[in-house]
């Protein structure tokens, strides 16, 4: 019985100590700058690599806009790699519309300021590390049209 009683504490230490171990969810704030006008909504998607430049990114937010600079916040935030994807969904329509030759209507912007050179940034360039606890990013609003 003392045996049965030992091994379980020893376990319950064992996961306490795997549980310190892995650092806590996080919370990222975003400060957009450069928004030309207070139309619409500005939205946020964090995403990992394979779901970088797609719609479905796991944590995302979307606040009414404000000419100059549009805070949000993300809660829960697992600590990895992630690219940031922002745009400015001026008409409120849920997606980035586009011009000729797919030039994106609204501002787009990514992590790290990365750069759009005729195609979307790369992951490379957009990639950046959520340790966990709270943590703040800049991001340059762009306009094409």
Same mark, same amino acid.
């Given at each position: 019985?003392?045996?049965?009683?030992?091994?379980?504490?020893?376990?319950?230490?064992?996961?306490?100590?795997?549980?310190?171990?892995?650092?806590?969810?996080? +919370?990222?704030?975003?400060?957009?700058?450069?928004?030309?006008n207070?139309?619409?909504?500005?939205?946020?998607?964090?995403?990992?690599?394979?779901?970088?430049?797609?719609?479905?990114?796991?944590? +995302?937010?979307?606040?009414?806009?404000?000419?100059?600079?549009?805070?949000?916040?993300?809660?829960?935030?697992?600590?990895?790699?992630?690219?940031?994807?922002?745009?400015?969904? +001026?008409?409120?329509?849920?997606?980035?519309?586009?011009?000729?030759?797919?030039?994106?209507? +609204?501002?787009?912007?990514?992590?790290?300021?990365?750069?759009?050179?005729?195609?979307?940034?790369?992951?490379?360039?957009?990639v950046?590390?959520?340790?966990?606890?709270?943590q703040?990013?800049?991001?340059?609003?762009r306009?094409?049209?």
């Amino acid at each position: 019985m003392i045996r049965k009683v030992a091994v379980a504490a020893l376990a319950g230490v064992a996961l306490a100590g795997a549980a310190a171990a892995s650092p806590p969810p996080g +919370e990222l704030t975003v400060r957009v700058s450069n928004v030309r006008n207070a139309k619409g909504v500005v939205r946020i998607g964090l995403c990992p690599q394979a779901a970088f430049l797609k719609p479905d990114c796991p944590y +995302e937010a979307a606040v009414p806009a404000h000419t100059g600079v549009t805070t949000l916040t993300l809660r829960g935030v697992v600590p990895g790699a992630y690219g940031l994807q922002v745009f400015h969904d +001026e008409n409120a329509n849920h997606k980035v519309d586009k011009a000729l030759f797919g030039l994106p209507k +609204e501002g787009v912007g990514f992590s790290n300021d990365a750069p759009i050179r005729m195609a979307p940034p790369k992951w490379s360039d957009a990639v950046f590390a959520v340790a966990g606890g709270a943590q703040t990013i800049q991001v340059k609003m762009r306009y094409f049209l």
